[in-house]
């Protein structure tokens, strides 16, 4: 009888193990599942909150223009995301020309290689030697010196690199994340348009918030990358990555040094200065390189602008989906309500709500970059561009970049549809560098 007992519980037991080794397999594979979706709901849930609000605005107060001003928001949305992907189209065909040149030439392999030991520790995914490398490497360049328009073309190239090793063609792999999220930590060196924006507002010293800025995006791109490796269970404490961000933080000390003891009237000029002379050194860069190694440049160039015309095409549902869903939300009043939410929040815990007037535009800033923009120069507009607010909208604008917007673009240009654990580290670092803003700026400009 002890021995039917005891039988009868080993039974039990095998198939209490034999039910978990099934459910929690299934489990995972549905929180996978939900991961992959964060992008979809909420796109969906902008559309259903915007249309909660209308109909309250509508039954309850009244506003027959609500649902005018949201169906006019869809059409003028559609058109801008569709003028941005056709604007993009001339500055993907010469960078992608360019790359090409670099790519036929071996130089992109030789940046590759110079920076493989750090990238083989960030990005351990990418094989030796990898063009892949050299394209994000030009990528986060392009950003750090405040060049848009190079750094968008230079980071979808990136991205079909990076697709190319990618053995799930529909699922963002590790590198594509870590190297997305670093685009969104919006890691900029000189904030060359937010200082242009503040000086046509009349600012008396555009280049104030400089330093703010630096500190605050630099701290979104470190926590956006600590967050990743955790994610990603990558070893951040080793020798070589100490080296190169500590190389950075010196770096970054002594331009704060030569900013700080610079003349502030001609700061503006010798950003611009130096981020022109450093985009038109790459390209002759490239192209003697080329030169020397005796390919024809042109014929290169030529090949890779071809595709520059496809790339634009590819993204222009992707940024009809996301600017459409952003559209309806801000002209609903759904944004007004947030504010509005937040503000009453904080007096009820007696917390100072000076810097609330920018938050629209920490808000807008992972869904839009022209529309937290707008939000930013109607900040300064509204309160002044040496007030308070209008510095921290400025910060918040600079600390980050667009999440969503280069979510879509660069994950629409290879057709990716699962992104994993971007959007969440995505928006930790754009959350965590706009909040860092805030006590800056309080310790800058006070208040």
């Known amino acids: 009888m002890f021995y039917t007992l005891y039988n009868r519980k080993n039974f039990i037991f095998f198939e209490k193990i034999m039910f978990y080794r099934s459910i929690i397999p299934t489990f995972v594979l549905i929180i996978r599942k939900r991961k992959n979706m964060v992008l979809n709901y909420i796109w969906v849930g902008l559309f259903f909150v915007a249309m909660i609000v209308a109909i309250i605005k509508l039954i309850f107060f009244g506003d027959i223009n609500v649902f005018t001003n949201i169906i006019n928001a869809t059409f003028s949305s559609s058109k801008t995301a569709f003028e941005i992907s056709i604007g993009l189209t001339g500055v993907l065909s010469l960078w992608l020309g360019i790359m090409k040149i ?71 792999s590790n590198p594509m994340i870590m190297f997305l999220v670093l685009n969104t930590s919006g890691l900029v060196i000189i904030p060359v348009s937010i200082m242009v924006y503040r000086a046509q507002q009349g600012a008396a010293q555009p280049m104030d918030v400089f330093l703010p800025i630096l500190i605050s995006t630099i701290s979104a791109a470190m926590i956006g990358v600590v967050v990743t490796s955790i994610y990603q269970r990558i070893n951040l404490f080793n020798r070589t990555i100490m080296l190169f961000f500590g190389g950075i933080v010196v770096f970054l000390g002594g331009m704060i040094f030569l900013f700080s003891k610079a003349n502030k009237a001609y700061i503006n000029t010798y950003s611009t200065l130096v981020a022109n002379i450093f985009l038109f050194s790459v390209i002759i860069l490239f192209i003697l390189n080329g030169f020397r190694k005796k390919i024809n440049v042109y014929d290169a160039f030529v090949e890779g602008a071809k595709d520059g015309f496809s790339t634009a095409v590819r993204i222009i549902p992707y940024l009809v989906a996301i600017l459409v869903a952003v559209g309806v939300f801000r002209a609903s009043g759904a944004m007004d309500l947030l504010i509005k939410g937040i503000t009453v929040g904080l007096q009820a815990c007696h917390i100072n709500t000076d810097f609330v007037g920018a938050l629209p535009t920490m808000l807008m800033k992972p869904l839009s970059g022209s529309g937290s923009r707008g939000l930013m120069v109607d900040a300064m507009a509204t309160y002044g561009a040496d007030s308070f607010v209008g510095r921290l909208a400025c910060v918040m604008q600079g600390s980050t970049d667009t999440t969503f917007y280069i979510l879509a673009v660069y994950f629409g240009s290879v057709g990716i549809t699962k992104t994993r654990h971007a959007v969440t580290c995505g928006l930790i670092a754009d959350f965590a560098g706009s909040l860092i803003a805030i006590p800056l700026c309080y310790l800058f400009f006070g208040h």
């Open 102 to 172: 670099g790519e036929k030439s071996g130089l992109i392999n030789v940046l590759s290689r110079w920076l493989n030991p750090v990238f083989s520790k960030l990005f351990p995914d990418i094989p030796k030697g990898h063009p892949a490398s050299g394209s994000i490497f030009m990528n986060l360049a392009a950003n750090m010196m405040g060049l848009d328009n190079a750094a968008t073309p230079l980071g979808l190239k990136a991205m079909e690199e990076l697709q190319s090793i990618n053995p799930k063609k529909d699922t963002a």
